[in-house]
């Protein structure tokens, strides 16, 4: 073999390693997915787990609902694209000043482009802020608060780099005939739908909708169960020459027929929000989380789109982990939205394409394995004292798994005490005062889980925050053989001149 093909040998086994090992996880095959990374959880993954996470199963987009710094951080050089979001609390600050918006961009979006080289690719302004509960609470200010951080953005130099858009809830838009061809927006809100749409199309930004096929089953008790799914059995939905078969495709295309009669048929769409939970209600299961999930993931894979609008949108997958410290007031199932785990283990097995299994979180470091349960000697002369330790309990720590058909909603009395008890001991992070309820808890170290019931134990926080930073990580083992790989290079060059 000549030197000229061993040169040539060389430089494509440097490009693989360069672009294929680190960016192949990140990539995947087929383009790569988006999920939403929630973060209100009382023992959060550490971020660079998460951004990991991220990377072994293929999502090259995230969705943050707020600026976190060591989210924005972790992110940072990573290869995924964000899209950061601003809570609707902050609306009325941002809308009264445009320099109270400059502010922002420059802290949430410039600092970690430049330091960090964090990809920031769209700014999320406000997050369902026109729902029927907000009794127009942001009404008022979300335009003027978009306005205002688009102008930053532009002046911040990074009009081109960064878009500006506002995830709705599927509310904002109707159809008075029962079908997406009816599809217009809702009359209270119409005028200010019409501005905000025209002023994201005038400037290049896109539009952004989240859509629930399983909010549309649980508030329905005649809702057509299948019709929520992707399986093409339900009873279909005729709409002049097009056929639905499922609620999403439905909901999507009452959007673009809202757009098309609005004058906005070509602006691009972004599904913000769409996926299933897996307990906190009848309907949410493990068996139905992973059915629609997979075929939402089929769908993305292929590139698949709505009958009116075949160009497949980008569509992010809620959720990436469960969140224990989300509001449940629309219900028990908002905590457990996740394809994983809160600590990122599996809940259950997905194709995440070309064959490929979804993957674990790895370096999760937990606290000791043992659990606060009733005491076996514990008994209850008055019941009342029981309850009262139980409803303590909760209220500080998250049993929505105890509701009705729930994973552990056949636990018995006992068992029902124990869990409640472990979640605020756990919560509390195992501190020795935190497992007394009324003399009647202990402390074991015999696993307490029982059928589909998971008694948790906490991710360990402190560790992580103590963990030794001189280890290698895996990017600085693929840094340094690519570097071993140039400096071959060198060698064989030199030796050829």
Not at 185 to 208: A, C, E, H, S, Y
Not at 388 to 407: E, F, M, N, P, V
Not at 410 to 419: H, I, P, Q, T, V
Not at 486 to 495: H, S, T
């Amino acid at each position: 073999m000549g030197q000229t093909h061993k040169i040539h040998l060389l430089w494509f086994f440097f490009i693989i390693c360069l672009f294929g090992y680190d960016q192949g996880l990140a990539k995947g095959a087929f383009g790569g997915l988006a999920c939403n990374w929630g973060l209100q959880s009382t023992h959060p993954l550490p971020p660079s787990i998460v951004v990991k996470l991220l990377k072994d199963n293929g999502f090259t987009k995230v969705k943050l609902f707020e600026a976190d710094p060591g989210a924005l951080k972790a992110l940072g050089r990573s290869g995924i694209q964000v899209m950061v979001g601003i809570p609707n609390d902050m609306l009325a600050g941002l809308a009264s000043s445009v320099r109270n918006a400059e502010a922002w961009v420059q802290q949430n979006v410039s600092n970690y482009i430049s330091r960090y080289g964090t990809d920031i690719r769209l700014v999320a302004v406000a997050n369902e802020p026109f729902l029927h509960t907000y009794k127009d609470m942001f009404v008022q200010t979300t335009f003027p608060a978009l306005q205002n951080i688009q102008a930053a953005i532009i002046k911040a130099g990074l009009g081109k780099q960064v878009k500006v858009t506002i995830p709705l809830n599927a509310d904002v838009y109707q159809t008075d005939t029962g079908l997406p061809s009816g599809g217009d927006f809702r009359p209270d809100i119409k005028d200010l739908m019409v501005n905000i749409v025209k002023f994201l199309q005038d400037n290049g930004d896109p539009l952004t909708i989240n859509i629930y096929p399983f909010l549309s089953l649980q508030a329905d008790p005649n809702f057509p169960k299948e019709y929520a799914f992707f399986n093409n059995t339900a009873n279909p939905l005729v709409d002049g020459s097009i056929v639905y078969t499922n609620v999403y495709d439905a909901n999507f295309d009452t959007l673009i027929s809202t757009l098309e009669k609005n004058g906005f048929g070509q602006i691009p769409v972004i599904v913000g929000e769409v996926g299933w939970p897996t307990d906190g209600d009848p309907n949410g299961n493990i068996d139905n989380a992973r059915r629609f999930n997979q075929a939402l993931l089929n769908r993305i894979l292929q590139g698949q789109g709505s009958p009116k609008r075949r160009t497949p949108p980008d569509v992010y997958l809620f959720s990436l982990i469960d969140e224990d410290n989300k509001s449940v007031q629309p219900g028990n199932f908002e905590r457990h939205w996740g394809i994983f785990n809160f600590d990122g283990s599996i809940k259950y097995p997905l194709d995440m394409g070309n064959g490929r299994p979804i993957v674990a979180a790895r370096g999760v470091r937990y606290l000791a394995k043992q659990w606060c349960v009733m005491a076996p000697s514990a008994t209850v002369l008055d019941p009342n004292v029981l309850a009262q330790s139980i409803s303590y309990a909760c209220q500080y720590a998250d049993c929505t798994s105890l509701g009705y058909a729930s994973s552990c909603g056949n636990l018995d009395a006992r068992a029902n005490a124990s869990y409640a008890f472990n979640m605020y001991y756990q919560t509390m992070n195992q501190r020795k005062d935190s497992c007394v309820f009324n003399n009647l808890s202990t402390v074991t170290t015999m696993d307490p889980s029982q059928g589909t019931c998971r008694f948790e134990i906490m991710i360990d926080i402190g560790k992580h925050e103590l963990a030794p930073s001189s280890n290698k990580s895996s990017a600085s083992r693929i840094q340094s053989l690519i570097m071993a790989l140039v400096l071959g290079l060198v060698v064989v060059i030199c030796g050829v001149h």
